[in-house]
């Protein structure tokens, strides 16, 4: 059950996932049937994705795409390329979709997707091929209103704007078949940076309820790719100080404050922050346990767990990735008898998912929303959102992570018994 990364002990995310879903069907008083149907999935498509390397030579990946459940509406969900992808992890990662978009209240189910490749180790070419190949073995299970992929860790634009390409030759142009795509093929404006600012947007919310601004807190992000660098940039601009913060490349700390500017730009000269002059370089290892007021884990599943949950000393952490907090870092009450608040990935990260809504109703609409409204729709959702949720914790009086997972799981429990798919 335990997986050793570099420096993770956790639980393999599926268990995890699981754990929390069966709390809240407790919680919920759900009957056994009922919750058998919720946490079994649609559909599960594994493929092997063979393509000729630069050189000439053939390499096989596995690909995935998990349809975890469609009772609200087609499935939604990014698709990740990562050396660490496991049919398990997809699973988790597809599970955790459907409550998120219960969560966030989009007409969507859940879904994800994933090749096992290191993606930095692939040419643009090779990474097009696979893409490529990806799609023409899903085509026939993912549609504008069955399932719509979107991009995660290691997928971009440029993914989607493929996957949309050999999707169409199949069944004729389909914007609307992916989301997060280049605004210059449908992509909606706002997409790139939504899940960074859902994530500023539900820091505010948490912060205000104990009379705090983002401008009086100090920040510490581990990932600084698309979510990461979003998130540091939007608390940056708000007054917050980012005093440390992590990618693969390495780790780096100010206590004043990083210039998250400057590292943004040089992280896209770099390929990465390690070589910033503007701070401190520090083991990447003790950034999860840096001194702030928030955390904000933006990177893999499973880092704060059993190991390094009681040198956390950060007040608040917000989940930025998908699972980051393990069950045994959470329950065996480590982190809440220390006072650390978590606001649970179903909320937090749910910005991206809703600006890819919004992305996919514009497309069907055939008509472009200004920036300035995606941004604010963007902020309606996420305070409701989080109202939602408190109201949640209130009823049944439970934590935040509970109070979101009753909140989606009670939604798309109500659309199944409603479509008579309970038996
Ligand atoms: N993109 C989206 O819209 C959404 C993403 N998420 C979740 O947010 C998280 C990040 O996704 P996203 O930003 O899109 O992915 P990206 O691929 O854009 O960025 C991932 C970042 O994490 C870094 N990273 C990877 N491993 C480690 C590690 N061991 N320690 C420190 N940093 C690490 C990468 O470093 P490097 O670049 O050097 O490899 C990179 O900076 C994931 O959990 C994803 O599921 C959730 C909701 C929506
Ligand atoms: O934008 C989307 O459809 C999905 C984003 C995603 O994969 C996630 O929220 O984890």
Redesign the pocket.
């Given at each position: 059950m335990l997986c050793r990364?570099?420096?993770?002990v956790n639980m393999n995310a599926l268990v995890a996932t699981s754990r929390n879903f069966k709390q809240a069907a407790k919680i919920l008083g759900l009957d056994s049937k009922l919750e058998r149907s919720l946490l079994i999935p649609f559909r599960e498509i594994k493929v092997e994705c063979t393509i000729p390397k630069d050189d000439g030579t053939l390499a096989s990946f596995v690909g995935f795409r998990v349809q975890h459940d469609n009772a609200r509406g087609p499935m939604k969900g990014?698709i990740?390329?990562?050396p660490e992808v496991d049919p398990d992890e997809v699973n988790a990662?597809a599970q955790l979709m459907t409550w998120?978009t219960a969560v966030a209240n989009i007409p969507y189910g859940g879904a994800k997707g994933g090749i096992g490749c290191a993606?930095?180790e692939l040419s643009v070419s090779e990474l097009e091929r696979l893409t490529r190949v990806f799609t023409q073995k899903i085509h026939d299970l993912i549609g504008i209103h069955t399932d719509v992929p979107?991009?995660?860790?290691?997928?971009?634009p440029q993914t989607m704007a493929w996957i949309l390409d050999e999707y169409s030759k199949f069944h004729g142009y389909s914007p609307a078949v992916v989301t997060?795509k280049p605004v210059d093929l449908g992509g909606s404006l706002g997409?790139d940076a939504?899940?960074?600012r859902?994530v500023l947007f539900a820091t505010e919310a948490l912060l205000a309820e104990h009379g705090k601004n983002i401008s009086d807190q100090r920040f510490v992000i581990?990932?600084?790719?698309?979510?990461?660098?979003?998130a540091a940039q939007l608390i940056s601009e708000g007054g917050g100080k980012v005093v440390a913060v992590?990618?693969?490349?390495g780790?780096v700390k100010n206590r004043s404050g990083l210039d998250i500017e400057r590292l943004v730009k040089h992280?896209i000269e770099n390929?990465?922050?390690k070589g910033f002059s503007g701070g401190d370089s520090i083991d990447?290892n003790s950034?999860l346990t840096e001194e702030c007021d928030v955390l904000i884990?933006?990177?893999?599943?499973g880092?704060i767990n059993r190991e390094n949950a009681n040198d956390i000393r950060a007040k608040y952490i917000i989940e930025?990735?998908?699972?980051?907090t393990d069950p045994e870092a959470d329950e065996v009450n480590i982190l809440s008898k220390k006072g650390v608040l978590i606001l649970p990935?179903i909320l937090a990260?749910?910005?991206?998912?809703t600006v890819?809504y919004f992305e996919w109703v514009q497309n069907i609409q055939g008509f472009m929303w200004d920036e300035e409204k995606v941004n604010s729709e963007l902020k309606k959702y996420m305070v409701k959102g989080f109202k939602d949720v408190k109201k949640m914790c209130k009823t049944h009086n439970s934590d935040l992570r509970m109070g979101a997972f009753t909140l989606g799981v009670n939604r798309v429990a109500r659309a199944t018994v409603l479509r008579g798919w309970e038996a």
């Open positions: 990364g570099t420096s993770r990014g990740r390329y990562h990662l998120k993606p930095g979107a991009p995660d860790m290691g997928t971009n997060g997409r939504a899940t960074g859902g581990q990932g600084f790719g698309n979510v990461g660098s979003w992590s990618d693969v490349s780790a992280s390929r990465g922050i990447s950034l884990p933006a990177a893999l599943g880092v930025a990735a998908n699972h980051p990935d990260n749910s910005g991206g998912v890819s």
